[in-house]
DNA sequence: ATTAAATGACACTTATAGTCCGTTGACTTA
DNA sequence: TAAGTCAACGGACTATAAGTGTCATTTAAT
């Protein structure tokens, strides 16, 4: 599976334990409503900026959001 | 400190522990040389894929990248 | 002091990251 | 009936990362 599945997975899993909705995530880490959409569906190669931006507003550490199964090798 | 400043400087940090040049890992993780000095200078604003690529050379886990007191808020 | 390896600085093209407008369908509550 | 929220998706666009070339500078050894 491929590191943009995976940050997907990740953001919506974390999403959803925030129980917010992907647009409330999109304003908070001020970046637009389709991308997370895409983001999350394993579409897009996000860059270091926008995922330190996801990651804040999903209210984590960057070493606990790589933290999971999914990263591990 | 910006997050790409932050991710040069621990990539350098562990490609010195691993005590290989900048062309080396470069070409370990089959990317430009060029662009390896950029990103150890913070001057890029790098993807998760090539990020991949460089902490897959590094020898590391995502996780244990982002360990490091730099990018502990 | 000269050579060679390693790194730095930066301009440039092209590929794609990221935005902004909208629509659609599933589901929920009134 | 609606009327609202939410996620998925498309098209067109702009901003910028990816990737490369070239020359300058530093560093270490001879």
Redesign the interface.
């Known amino acids: 599976m ?3 599945v995976k ?1 997907g997975q990740r953001i919506r899993e974390l999403r959803n334990e925030l129980g917010i909705s992907q647009e409330a995530l999109a304003n908070k880490a001020e970046i637009d409503r389709t991308y997370v959409t895409d983001v999350e569906n394993g579409r897009r ?5 926008n ?2 931006k996801l990651i804040d507003a999903l209210q984590v ?7 999971a199964p999914n ?3």
């Open positions: 491929s590191i943009k940050v190669n996000i860059s270091i900026e995922l330190e550490q960057l070493k606990d959001f790589f933290d990263f591990i090798k």
